[in-house]
């Protein structure tokens, strides 16, 4: 038994039988906050994290209710602003990306943070601070204007609490956790060291509750594959002639929003992926890096497929985990989801 079903509670309360009520059935899931309890409890750790990661479900609720009442209330349209990354700014990117860092900072547990909606590093609380948090508060643009899924979605790792710290940017394997709110459809999906990838659905009280333990499904005829198709004409001859031959196996499924497809990816196994720009017939528009950022992006969701029995590599066959960044807005091709089809790919992008 984990840690997660043994505080799972089910009441069931029954009016008096005499007056011919009806029976209620009240289910009581265990919420992700009882969940962290217990498991922080089982590894003797500090309550640090649960104050980071109750700032983080804190973020969350409220970017769901900015994103639920925007099209009513009409922010679901564009600022005159352009990002680090040369994009529109969507208001509700300012919006997700402002609630998360008032929440952060009110932790006082964060040394800094790295948004993808700020070209520098947040410093919070330097001196006294004890994580970083990269963060992405509002991903999946596109589908933003049509209130469609998106994602929030965060990486956190530790300073080093041995020696001094060196502020150096970390690779995903030092991460200490990485999660996924796919909004506004209520879930939320987190990934813990060594501990597994879980999921959690909103309740009637906006409690996220009932913990699934995820594990990328070995049976083959479940796996799906996402990408833009539209891209294909543009990746490297061998993974377009991979997928000219595979495709036909799986099911294709794409939204456009990485936390919404790597959400199916993680239910059903298969792969999720966004091949280096190598061939398009406007050469300005090749991303040979990939489009993808690694610290908040790739990274994160490399972390949840691990502790869900997957992996994830970039263009060079190079496990997304072991990457050390070099900016924090450094971006990566993705080849993420289970272990054969990567391991397939491997084989591939060594043939190039
Ligand atoms: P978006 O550009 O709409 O913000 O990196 C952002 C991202 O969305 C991912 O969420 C998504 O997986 C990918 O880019 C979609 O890119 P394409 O529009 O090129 O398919």
């Known amino acids: 038994m984990t840690y997660a079903e043994e505080t799972f509670i089910v009441i069931r309360v029954s009016e008096a039988q005499n007056m011919g009520a009806t029976e209620f059935v009240m289910d009581f899931e265990q919420t992700f906050m009882s969940f962290l309890l217990r498991h922080q409890e089982r590894y003797n750790r500090t309550y640090n994290f649960i104050v980071l990661m109750d700032a983080l479900m804190s973020a969350a609720k409220h970017i769901q209710y900015y994103y639920l009442t925007g099209a009513l209330k009409g922010h679901l349209g564009f600022t005159d602003n352009v990002n680090v990354q040369g994009e529109d700014v969507m208001q509700m990117d300012e919006i997700a990306h402002e609630i998360t860092i008032h929440y952060l900072r009110t932790t006082e547990r964060v040394i800094h943070a790295v948004s993808e909606e700020a070209a520098e590093i ?10 970083f948090v990269y963060f992405d508060p509002l991903d999946g643009s596109s589908n933003v204007s049509h209130g469609l899924p998106v994602g929030f ?150 972390f949840m497929a691990e502790e869900a029995g997957g992996h994830a590599i970039d263009e060079h066959g190079t496990s997304i985990l072991d990457i050390v960044p070099k900016g924090h807005h450094q971006r990566t091709a993705l080849y993420v989801g289970s272990k054969p089809l990567t391991d397939e790919i491997m084989e591939v992008l060594a043939k190039k």
């Open 153 to 302: 979605l965060f990486g956190a790792a530790k300073r080093n609490l041995d020696g001094p710290e060196d502020f150096h940017l970390r690779a995903g394997k030092d991460y200490i956790a990485a999660g996924m709110f796919v909004i506004p459809t209520g879930t939320f999906t987190i990934a813990l060291k060594d501990a597994g990838a879980w999921r959690f659905h909103i309740d009637e009280t906006m409690n996220y509750v009932k913990p699934i333990r995820m594990m990328l499904s070995e049976k083959k005829s479940d796996w799906e594959l996402s990408f833009n198709s539209a891209n294909r004409y543009t990746f490297a001859h061998n993974i377009r002639e991979w997928i000219d031959k595979n495709e036909q196996r799986y099911t294709f499924r794409y939204l456009g929003a990485l936390a919404g497809d790597f959400h199916r990816t993680l239910t059903k196994g298969g792969m999720f992926m966004y091949p280096a720009i190598v061939n398009h017939p406007n050469p300005n528009k090749n991303r040979p890096d990939g489009k993808l950022r690694l610290m908040y992006e790739a990274s994160v969701v490399a």
């Open 122 to 131: 947040i410093p919070l609380n330097e001196e006294g601070g004890r994580y």
